[in-house]
Every structure is written in C-alpha cells, then in structure tokens.
C-alpha cells in the first residue's frame, strides 16, 4: 500500500489495483473531517457518538476525494449476506434513519457509484476482476471469517456477473493483526480448524485465515496483497474499537470511473 492525499484527507490504495485505471480505491484515514472526540477526524457511520451532520460531511469528502458520484453502504451486522448493488437500490443513506440493514458485502458494476464499508478493527476486503469489471468490498470481523463471508461473496459475484475466481484480485485492508487478536475464550468463539492459526498466548493470525479462505474460494496467490498493519497498534492513524471502545469508524471505499 501506498499512501496519497486529496480533499484533505489521507488515505491508502493497494499495489495490486494500480494497473486498472477503471478502479477507484481508498482506505481512508482517520486524518481530516470534522468530527470532534471521540470519532475525531473521519469518522464514516452514523454512531451515537457522532452528530449526522458530521457524519453526512465527512461522507461527501471521501466521495470528492475519490470522484464518486455518492458512497452506497450498509448497516454491517457481522452476518453473511451480500447485496448486489444496481441502478435504483436507494442505498445512499443520509441518516441512520436510512441505512439499509443486514448486510456485510455489496458488489456492483454500476460506474460512478462507491461502494463503503465501514471499519474499526474487522477487516476490509476489496475484491475487483478486471474482466467483467465487477467490483465487491467485504466488512469481515471474526464472526464473518467463522462465517466465510469472503467465500460467499465471491460466490455471489460468480452467480450474478459471471466473474472466474481466478480472475478476482483481492485486498486485505489494515485490521487487527496477529500482535494484538487475542481470544481468551477461543475454545468457545472460534471453529476448531481456526485454533491451527493460533500464533501466541490465544492470539490468531486472521489476516492469514482470510488469504486461505480466499485460495479456498479460487483466488491465485499472487492476486492477493494484505496490508500488514494493525489497527489496535496504530490507533493515531485508523480507529480501533479493541484500543478505544467508543469511537469512529474508517473507511474502504471504491468504485468505477464514470
């Protein structure tokens, strides 16, 4: 990953999607916008903690910053569903009021329009193939690995755009690393062909967990790029609900040039 600015705002893009001049991506900072404590900066979901006038702001300054016509998102539930996002689906909301609940990936091939998901510690998957251009962001805390989300998504993009596995590239955006994903009550949370990932005292590699479920699912090796950074451990530049439990949310954002 590389860093980059606009509009005020820092953000990140992955390697891997910089020969494909169609796609639009970033995974954005905490740095600029305009919310005040605890969510200071840009924080990108409509929380108790935030006013959705700062929210609403923030918002458009990561769509500006990208050229996106608007973010469609979701309200993440931690579940495995996938919507396909089209032409007349409403989902840009502007409040809470409006968010669409229930779901944790959204894939499209609709240009102009980005695509959020929101993100303080759980991973954010950024999946794109180059040939039928169909783009799909993944919200994935530990229950959506338990769960496979990234293999239904992928799936999903196979039954309604007629994407080859082989094909998709994958990016695995900064989330909590295996320095700091302890589960002291693992025996209980975690299916037990997770316990082979465990890297220290009750501490797991899901960073390593998401790269097999996405081989499992077709993926080739080389069309994977992971971040390598925690968020727990750089709470300064992303927000992290392990190092502060009342805070904003970041943002992985993408989508295809009109």
Same mark, same amino acid.
């Given at each position: 990953m590389r860093p980059f600015q606009n509009n005020g705002l820092v953000y990140y893009g992955f390697d891997l999607f910089a020969p494909f001049e169609e796609l639009v991506h970033g995974v954005f900072t905490r740095h600029g916008g305009v919310s005040p404590p605890p969510c200071e900066g840009l924080n990108l979901a409509f929380l108790d903690a935030d006013r959705e006038d700062n929210v609403r702001t923030n918002l458009d300054l990561?769509?500006?910053?990208?050229?996106?016509?608007?973010?469609? *998102?979701?309200?993440?539930? &931690?579940?495995?569903?996938?919507?396909?996002?089209?032409?007349?689906?409403?989902?840009?909301?502007?409040?809470?009021?409006?968010?669409?609940?229930?779901?944790?990936?959204?894939? =499209?091939?609709?240009?102009?329009?980005?695509?959020?998901v929101k993100l303080a510690d759980c991973q954010g998957v950024l999946l794109y193939d180059p040939r039928t251009r169909t783009l799909g962001l993944v919200h994935s805390g530990w229950r959506g690995s338990v769960k496979?989300?990234?293999?239904? =998504?992928?799936?999903?993009?196979?039954?309604? *755009?007629?994407?080859?596995?082989?094909?998709?590239?994958?990016?695995?955006?900064?989330?909590?690393?295996?320095?700091?994903?302890?589960?002291? &009550?693992?025996?209980?949370?975690?299916?037990?062909?997770?316990?082979?990932?465990?890297?220290?005292?009750?501490? *797991?590699? *899901?960073?390593?967990?998401?790269?097999?479920?996405?081989?499992?699912?077709?993926?080739? =090796?080389?069309?994977?790029? =992971?971040a390598g950074l925690c968020t727990k451990c750089n709470g300064l530049t992303f927000y992290s609900y392990r190092r502060d439990p009342v805070t904003g949310r970041f943002g992985l954002i993408a989508g295809l040039r009109r």
């Open positions: 990561a769509a500006e910053a990208l050229d996106l016509d608007g973010l469609c *998102f979701a309200g993440q539930v &931690h579940g495995d569903r996938v919507l396909v996002v089209g032409n007349g689906d409403g989902c840009r909301p502007r409040s809470r009021a409006e968010v669409r609940r229930g779901y944790d990936a959204l894939i =499209t091939r609709r240009p102009g329009m980005g695509l959020l496979n989300i990234l293999g239904l =998504t992928v799936s999903r993009m196979v039954e309604a *755009f007629g994407v080859r596995p082989e094909d998709l590239r994958a990016g695995i955006s900064p989330s909590l690393g295996p320095c700091c994903a302890e589960f002291v &009550h693992y025996q209980n949370e975690l299916p037990r062909d997770f316990w082979d990932y465990e890297v220290g005292d009750r501490r *797991f590699d *899901f960073w390593a967990i998401s790269r097999d479920q996405l081989r499992a699912a077709g993926l080739k =090796t080389e069309h994977i790029e =992971t």
